[in-house]
């Protein structure tokens, strides 16, 4: 049976940022940019208690913590303490599969220093980040990625949590179903909808309605809720999209300005296609409106999309098919996916498509 630990760093850029200020520590920090339009990237633990998190707006983080201390972003610095991270993995195993600058999965089935339990590996590797980079991580283990991605949010901060296979089934039934990989508020309110409020009720569902009701993730939530996963940790991990999105100083609704920033974001879009040599044929719109509502539009096409010639019509496609609102737009955002080497049989695939802010 496999041995998987999930380590995910606690308030990341937030404690990297107290730890490298004193005066920072113990205060209600937010890490982003201190704007009208600025959103909370991380929070430190003690502005969380006023509710603050991250993907919140700045302002409205302000309202919710009146002390709230607002620290820009040093993404390369970020960058530099996740690598140092990932060395003190390296120190156990190579099958390392990163899900994003701060959390990651190990298999430590066989491990480079043959410790048996994998509760040790973890407590060693938890015990290395705080000696050596003055950090905080919790970790989650268990026998396949689902249970120990979920292991490593139960204690957290500074958590360490075992998922035991003769007590799984036992875990998951308290389980709430928001907690399952892939439930969504849209999902989420489905599954209420059907009476499914927790893993039990979940694992009461045949396999046949789950597929009719949630289509390919049906099997999916099927499996989860008995404790299967068959994931393995990949450690080369396949890029799914390169996009990216701006947040404008100010909302805007004229059709000029809007095709003008579209253009900008097709720009954008097309140096980093370039950058990262992604090959797709999927451009997926974003549109973020002054209510913070927002929607998505996606075309398919024959043709793999690096050229403003192919991306910039579909865009303007997208924009026209999609911004049928006549409220204001907060961010536009572009990506492509659907790479053409990508594998033929079917994946789950956590998180969306990778859109990034720029400046």
Avoid at 51 to 77: D, F, W, Y
Avoid at 181 to 196: A, R, S
Wanted: hydrophobic share 35%; with cysteine; charged share 25%.
């Amino acid at each position: 049976m496999r041995k998987i630990i999930h380590i995910d760093m606690d308030a990341f850029f937030a404690s990297v940022e107290q730890r490298d200020n004193p005066e920072l520590r113990g205060k209600p920090i937010a890490v982003g940019f201190d704007g009208p339009r600025g959103v909370v990237s991380t929070a430190s633990y003690e502005a969380r208690k006023f509710g603050v998190h991250s993907a919140m707006s700045i302002a409205k983080a302000k309202q919710m913590c009146k002390n709230l201390i607002i620290v820009p972003s040093r993404h390369e610095t970020y960058k530099q303490v996740s690598q140092k991270v990932h060395a003190i993995f390296q120190r156990y195993t190579d099958i390392i599969e990163p899900l994003s600058i701060d959390e990651a999965f190990l298999d430590v089935t066989e491990n480079k220093k043959g410790i048996v339990l994998a509760q040790d590996i973890a407590r060693e590797i938890k015990q290395s980040i705080k000696d050596e980079l003055q950090l905080t991580a919790s970790a989650g283990v268990s026998y396949n990625k689902f249970l120990a991605k979920i292991a490593s949010d139960y204690r957290k901060p500074d958590g360490l949590f075992t998922i035991h296979p003769d007590r799984a089934l036992d875990f998951i039934d308290t389980l709430p179903v928001e907690d399952f990989w892939g439930v969504g508020p849209k999902t989420l309110q489905t599954m209420h909808k059907i009476g499914i409020f927790n893993g039990k009720q979940l694992r009461a569902c045949s396999l046949t309605h789950l597929t009719e009701v949630f289509g390919k993730a049906g099997p999916v939530f099927y499996n989860f809720a008995r404790g299967i996963d068959e994931r393995t940790v990949e450690n080369t991990r396949i890029r799914k999209s390169v996009g990216c999105e701006q947040t404008f100083p100010e909302d805007i609704s004229k059709k000029s300005a809007i095709i003008i920033e579209l253009y900008h974001t097709v720009l954008e879009l097309l140096r980093r296609i370039d950058k990262s040599g992604f090959r797709g044929k999927t451009l997926t719109l974003k549109i973020k409106y002054d209510d913070f509502s927002n929607i998505t539009r996606s075309i398919t096409t024959n043709k793999i999309l690096t050229q403003k010639s192919d991306i910039l019509p579909l865009a303007k496609q997208l924009m026209n098919q999609g911004n049928t609102s006549a409220k204001a737009i907060r961010l536009i955002g572009l990506s492509v996916s659907n790479a053409e080497d990508t594998q033929k049989t079917p994946q789950w695939v956590e998180g969306e498509l990778e859109f990034e802010e720029w400046n």
